[in-house]
């Protein structure tokens, strides 16, 4: 009998704040070790928490773009256990009562369309970093991301394959940096996800599941999936049982390795969290949180693709970010004679040299005006799409206008059928083997010429005229 593999997964997202969840220290990244620190967030007696406002309302907006259930009353309990980058001894997190339940994310599959479920999101604090590496036999604690505030995001145990995860935390990875809810950066360990795996036959019940940790790619936590999934399948045919527990994965060596018994909840000793009281929202602002939500990735997908003709790939690169959307926008509007030109520019030309400056979309030393204007000049045939690549690369040196350069480097395409004509009769007399070879039946040659006409106008003359002129004067 096949085995069915059943997958669930929990992730935790920093939530886009100045200050932390429950204090005013930063949250900003890369500042010099507990640095960024406070009484409340060091866990020092007697110092009460203050709940970040913008933390509740964009784990609301997460929460409606996941199609979940708000509930105007949550509360917060403490999840106790002891390890050194805790100070405090426990956690302030959501237990019995999280903000938001239910809710789904839709991923595609080559059956079609699948839903996956999303058991509920629910807010806590960050603990600190232990740190290891170049220290010998002795480990620091970095206390500044003590008190960051989190989203701990749990999907329901719908996955049957890793590539099923996969698809829901891109889908997931998107909505978020998409409504700014996070920047969700995985290297800096804001966008996190512990994966739990089991495998059973198929009609049987859930089998024991082990949690993976240490997962911070894409690439990781498929790797870290499939292992596992193979790992308890030679296990149970083996005549062996799977523990539940849970385990690290080494990207080095490519495999997982048990770290601790996996903890109920009865062994947190979880309790209403005496220093907060109940955290209520009314329905208005609810309500207005989802009036100011935009068009999520999934609908500006689909309106791309029937507006303005895309592919599916193109329609998925151009909603990335909110940014990047709203800038092709902006880009047809400017030049809505051909919104797949636009989108074959940005996508490949711009994207690709602001990826070589590592730069983003906002940060671009041209405009979406400017840009269209470049555009506007090749489909008038003013210049060839090879000179408006070099046009491009000085826009983004300078800052100068598409026109500014075409008219100071003299780039304007020669669409002069006189002047081509002579081009190509120079060539013509200068190679006069590969002419008669071409008239003698060798098809191939035509490219020849192409190039050599092309060359000979400093890739100035007008390719489609080019072709046409050339297929007259060489017979």
């Known amino acids: 009998m096949s085995w069915e593999v059943v997958i669930g997964l929990e992730v935790h997202c920093q939530v886009n704040t100045k200050s932390k969840a429950f204090c005013g220290c930063s949250t900003e990244f890369g500042a010099e070790p507990n640095s960024q620190t406070c009484p409340v967030c060091l866990g020092m007696p007697g110092?009460?928490?203050?709940?970040?406002?913008?933390?509740?309302?964009?784990?609301?907006?997460?929460?409606?773009?996941?199609?979940?259930?708000?509930?105007?009353?949550?509360?917060?309990?403490?999840?106790?256990?002891?390890?050194?980058?805790?100070?405090?001894?426990?956690?302030?997190?959501?237990?019995?009562?999280?903000?938001?339940?239910?809710g789904y994310i839709d991923i595609p599959t080559k059956d079609g369309e699948k839903r996956l479920g999303v058991t509920r999101i629910h807010m806590e604090e960050d603990a600190g970093k232990s740190m290891h590496e170049g220290l010998d036999a002795v480990s620091h604690i970095d206390l500044n991301r003590s008190g960051i505030p989190?989203?701990?995001?749990?999907?329901?145990?719908?996955?049957?394959?890793?590539?099923?995860?996969?698809?829901?935390?891109?889908?997931?990875?998107?909505?978020?940096?998409?409504?700014?809810?996070?920047?969700?950066?995985?290297?800096?360990?804001?966008?996190?996800?512990?994966?739990?795996v089991s495998v059973?036959?198929?009609?049987?019940?859930?089998?024991?599941?082990?949690?993976?940790?240490n997962m911070n790619s894409f690439r990781f936590i498929k790797q870290a999936i499939d292992y596992e999934v193979n790992r308890q399948i030679e296990l149970i045919e083996d005549g062996g049982a799977v523990k539940q527990e849970s385990r690290l994965w080494d990207s080095v060596n490519n495999e997982s390795r048990p770290m601790r018994s996996k903890e109920e909840a009865h062994d947190y000793r979880y309790f209403p969290e005496p220093d907060l009281p109940i955290l209520r929202v009314t329905q208005e602002e609810v309500d207005a949180i989802r009036a100011g939500m935009p068009e999520l990735p999934s609908q500006l997908r689909h309106r791309f693709e029937t507006e303005f003709g895309l592919s599916p790939y193109d329609a998925d690169v151009l909603t990335q970010t909110q940014a990047l959307s709203m800038w092709y926008e902006a880009l047809v509007a400017a030049h809505p004679v051909n919104p797949k030109q636009c989108a074959n520019w940005l996508a490949n030309e711009l994207l690709g040299r602001l990826k070589d400056m590592?730069?983003?979309?906002?940060?671009?030393?041209?405009?979406?005006?400017?840009?269209?204007?470049?555009?506007?000049?090749?489909?008038?045939?003013?210049?060839?799409?090879?000179?408006?690549?070099?046009?491009?690369?000085?826009?983004?040196?300078?800052?100068?206008?598409?026109?500014?350069?075409?008219?100071?480097?003299?780039l304007k395409q020669v669409s002069d059928s006189g002047a081509i004509d002579s081009i190509i009769e120079a060539v013509i007399a200068a190679n006069p083997e590969q002419t008669e070879a071409y008239r003698g039946g060798?098809?191939?040659?035509?490219?020849?010429?192409?190039?050599?006409?092309?060359?000979?106008?400093?890739?100035?003359?007008?390719?489609?005229?080019?072709?046409?002129?050339?297929?007259?004067l060489l017979g």
């Open 47 to 102: 110092q009460l928490p203050v709940l970040n406002r913008t933390a509740v309302e964009k784990s609301i907006l997460t929460g409606l773009a996941i199609n979940g259930r708000i509930n105007l009353e949550s509360k917060f309990d403490r999840k106790n256990y002891f390890y050194p980058d805790l100070p405090k001894g426990y956690q302030i997190t959501q237990f019995e009562l999280p903000i938001v339940e239910g």
């Open 150 to 196: 989190l989203m701990e995001i749990v999907s329901e145990p719908d996955m049957r394959s890793a590539d099923e995860a996969i698809a829901y935390l891109k889908q997931l990875h998107q909505i978020i940096k998409f409504l700014d809810v996070s920047g969700a950066d995985m290297e800096k360990g804001q966008f996190r996800c512990d994966a739990n």
């Open 200 to 213: 059973r036959r198929p009609g049987e019940p859930f089998g024991t599941r082990t949690e993976m940790k």
């Open 358 to 410: 590592n730069k983003d979309i906002t940060e671009s030393p041209i405009s979406a005006a400017a840009f269209a204007v470049l555009l506007d000049r090749m489909e008038d045939n003013t210049i060839s799409g090879k000179i408006a690549k070099d046009v491009l690369d000085a826009m983004m040196e300078t800052g100068q206008s598409a026109d500014e350069i075409i008219e100071a480097k003299g």
């Open 442 to 472: 060798k098809d191939k040659l035509f490219g020849f010429f192409v190039g050599q006409v092309m060359k000979a106008s400093k890739g100035q003359a007008n390719p489609a005229m080019v072709n046409e002129r050339l297929k007259a």
